[in-house]
C-alpha cells in the first residue's frame, strides 16, 4: 500500500502545480489515508439518508443515527481544535463536551450535515499543516494523552465505526484490515466524554 499511496501522492502533486500545500513528508500517511477515506465512506453512507431516517435507532444502545454522526463531527473538531492548541494556535474554541453532543443531535438535518463536512475540513487542514516536529508532539484530549500521530488511526477508527454503527448500508468488510482488528462492534470508538 505505501507504494501505491506516494505514487498517487506524486502524481497529485504534478497535477495541483506550485503553490498547493500538502501533508509534511513526517506525517503518517497511511494512516491519514485511513482517516480520510474513513471520512468519505461515512460521507456517502450520510448523504445517502434522508432527513428523516436521521432519527432511526443506531447501533448504539440509546443513540439516533444522529447522535452517531454528531460525535464523530465533534471527534473531529475536538481533535483539530487541540492540536491548534498544542501548535500555539489561538482562537475561539467550540465546546465538543457532552452537552454539545447533546445539541449537535438536535440540529436540523442541514446543519448536521454541515457540521460534520465542516469539522472533517478543518481537521484535514490543521493535519496538513503540521510541520515534522509537530507530528511528535503529545496532544491532550478529554480521553488523556496520546501523541499527535496516533491521531489520524483515532479518528479513522471512530469514523468507520459511526459508518457501521449507523447500520445503513457499512459493511465491516469495507473496513480496512489493519482497523478492524481493533473495532468493538458492541463499543463506539471516540465519542465525546
Do not use: C, F, K
Request: aromatic content about 4%; cysteine-free; hydrophobic content about 45%.
Amino acid at each position: 500500500m505505501s507504494s501505491d499511496l506516494s505514487q498517487a501522492q506524486a502524481e497529485l502533486r504534478a497535477r495541483q502545480g506550485a503553490g498547493a500545500r500538502y501533508d509534511a513528508a513526517n506525517a503518517p500517511a497511511e494512516t491519514l489515508a485511513l482517516a480520510r477515506h474513513g471520512n468519505a465512506y461515512l460521507a456517502r453512507i450520510v448523504n445517502g439518508l434522508d432527513d428523516v431516517a436521521l432519527w432511526d435507532a443506531s447501533a448504539r444502545p440509546g443513540w439516533s443515527r444522529r447522535r452517531v454522526i454528531a460525535a464523530a463531527a465533534l471527534q473531529a473538531r475536538e481533535i483539530a481544535q487541540a492540536l491548534e492548541d498544542a501548535t500555539g494556535q489561538t482562537g475561539d474554541r467550540a465546546e465538543t463536551d457532552t452537552a454539545a453532543l447533546d445539541l449537535a443531535e438536535t440540529l436540523p438535518a442541514r446543519a448536521l450535515r454541515h457540521l460534520a463536512a465542516h469539522a472533517e475540513v478543518h481537521l484535514n487542514v490543521v493535519w496538513r499543516d503540521l510541520s515534522d516536529a509537530e507530528w511528535d508532539l503529545p496532544l491532550a484530549l478529554a480521553a488523556g494523552i496520546v501523541p499527535v500521530r496516533q491521531t489520524p488511526r483515532l479518528h479513522a477508527l471512530g469514523l468507520w465505526q459511526a459508518a457501521l454503527d449507523l447500520q445503513a448500508g457499512g459493511r465491516l468488510r469495507d473496513v480496512p484490515a489493519t482497523l478492524a482488528t481493533d473495532m468493538n462492534p458492541s463499543e463506539p470508538q471516540g465519542t465525546p466524554t
